[in-house]
T-cell receptor, first 112, second 118 residues
Framework: QKEVEQDPGPLSVPEGAIVSLNCTYS??????FMWYRQYSRKGPELLMY????GNKEDGRFTAQVDKSSKYISLFIRDSQPSDSATYLC????????????FGSGTQLTVLP | EAGVAQSPRYKIIEKRQSVAFWCNPI?????LYWYQQILGQGPKLLIQ????????DSQLPKDRFSAERLKGVDSTLKIQPAKLEDSAVYLC????????????????FGPGTRLTVT
């Protein structure tokens, strides 16, 4: 069993839709939770960064962490064609040397 | 602020040949990472340096892969000899030594080197 599981998609939505992306994990030591966005033929870039449980909002993006369920989510409101990319969840356990464990990524396409 | 630079961007080699990738991290970033990203998968950490010392190389196939970071700045990753299953994008990332608050653990990624082994 992988430490981090992520539905690979692909996911296709119309412009303006609300998008929900999710990851589950098995390692209870994970403490820092991130969402990276990766455009085709580019490196990943950090989108959202949360510590422990709770919600965090940044513009059209909301990240949720539920440590009791070992489940994290990223919501995108009013999705735009420019949001079309692969979204990777990533996690760092407490006490580690900052080593990221990534999910496999969800490929999102927002249709105009 | 200049980003993480990598070269070459693309490389095609035959199996059993050798190849080397180069990375220049963001200026002042003490920590440097090499990841392997196979098509359809998330990046997998191969090796992590802090300054010029190795922090973690537990997932580096040491019989064929080697990496060094001279003077705590640039880094090279080498594969010798390459196998078909090494076909992937090799990503370099760097981060500062800031604490965890306010995105302190953020890693900045380069564009990657796409390796095809035939």
């Amino acid at each position: 069993q992988k430490e981090v599981e992520q539905d690979p998609g692909p996911l296709s939505v119309p412009e303006g839709a609300i998008v929900s992306l999710n990851c589950t994990y098995s390692n209870s030591a994970f403490q820092y939770f991130m969402w990276y966005r990766q455009y085709s033929r580019k490196g990943p870039e950090l989108l959202m960064y949360t510590y422990s449980s709770g919600n965090k909002e940044d513009g059209r993006f909301t990240a949720q962490v539920d440590k009791s369920s070992k489940y994290i989510s990223l919501f995108i409101r009013d999705s735009q064609p420019s949001d079309s990319a692969t979204y990777l969840c990533a996690m760092i356990p407490t006490g580690s040397a900052r080593q990221l464990t990534f999910g496999s990524g969800t490929q999102l396409t927002v249709l105009p | 602020e200049a980003g993480v630079a990598q070269s070459p961007r693309y490389k095609i080699i035959e199996k059993r040949q050798s190849v080397a990738f180069w990375c220049n991290p963001i200026s002042g970033h003490a920590t440097l990472y090499w990841y392997q990203q196979i098509l359809g998968q998330g990046p997998k950490l191969l090796i992590q340096f802090q300054n010029n010392g190795v922090v973690d190389d537990s997932q580096l196939p040491k019989d064929r892969f080697s990496a060094e970071r001279l003077k705590g700045v640039d880094s090279t990753l080498k594969i010798q000899p390459a196998k078909l299953e090494d076909s992937a994008v090799y990503l370099c990332a760097s981060s500062s030594l800031k604490g965890p608050s306010d995105r302190g653990y953020e890693q900045y990624f380069g564009p990657g080197t796409r390796l095809t082994v035939t």
